[in-house]
């Protein structure tokens, strides 16, 4: 005769935290931060809170709109530009805070491209954009559309170089495309050969930021 069973009491068992959209981001962005987005699943994100996946769609309703969130709680850490800045560096600095946020997730910034975020701290973070360009006396639908290249611009940066730099083969490839620049003959390729000092030139952060002045320069100057 097998022993009784003996029932563990529900009051027995510790109770669950309570599911909420707040506690679904926390757990994705723990999960990106420590292993990367192409973790961050519904079904992970429902065994980290103990549930079931369907129950989660009651927070998040698809995997674009958690994407949207995760970069929404990142953008809060951003720090606004310091007092008494001029306009440009304003929106220059913003921009190379966002960069170099999204470089540390490169795929949270190939996501970012497709997306259409529209959190909170995103929307403080574009009308700061906004508000700069404003005061430097760009014309309101150069502002308004300039943001759009601008924001373009630094996430494609950061998808970009973030994921090249994560490559296995990324100092090779640099290698590879120096000598071939290096090497060229002048006669071949002349305008190569009189910039060719040049075309490594600059550190990363140094680029990015002459790409966003150069683009400033053309958003001013449109009517």
């Known amino acids: 005769m097998s022993p009784r069973r003996v029932p563990v009491s529900r009051r027995e068992r510790p109770a669950k935290a309570a599911l909420s959209r707040e ?67 304003g929106v220059v600095a913003l921009l190379s805070q966002y960069t170099r946020m999204l470089f540390a997730h490169p795929s949270l910034a190939r ?62 490839e640099v290698y590879l495309q120096a000598m071939a620049v290096r090497e060229a003959a002048a006669a071949e390729y002349p305008s190569i050969d009189r910039v060719r000092d040049e075309l490594f030139s600059g550190t990363g952060e140094e680029r990015y930021r002459f790409a966003f002045d150069a683009l400033l320069d053309g958003i001013a100057a449109a009517r």
């Open 23 to 89: 506690a679904v981001i926390a757990v994705a962005l723990r999960i990106m931060r420590d292993e990367g987005l192409e973790k961050v699943t519904m079904r992970r994100l429902a065994s980290e809170l103990d549930t079931g996946p369907a129950s989660l769609y009651v927070y998040v309703t698809n995997t674009a709109e958690l994407h949207g969130a995760l970069l929404d709680e990142l953008l809060s850490g951003l720090e606004a530009p310091a007092a008494g800045i001029a306009w440009r560096g």
């Open 111 to 172: 996501s970012v491209l497709t997306l259409r975020p529209s959190g909170p701290n995103y929307l403080r973070f574009v009308d700061s954009l906004l508000g700069l360009l404003l005061a430097g006396g760009v014309a309101a639908r150069s502002a308004a559309w300039g943001v759009d290249l601008l924001l373009q611009l630094a996430t494609a940066t950061a998808a970009e170089q973030g994921t090249r730099d994560r490559s296995a083969d990324a100092e090779g």
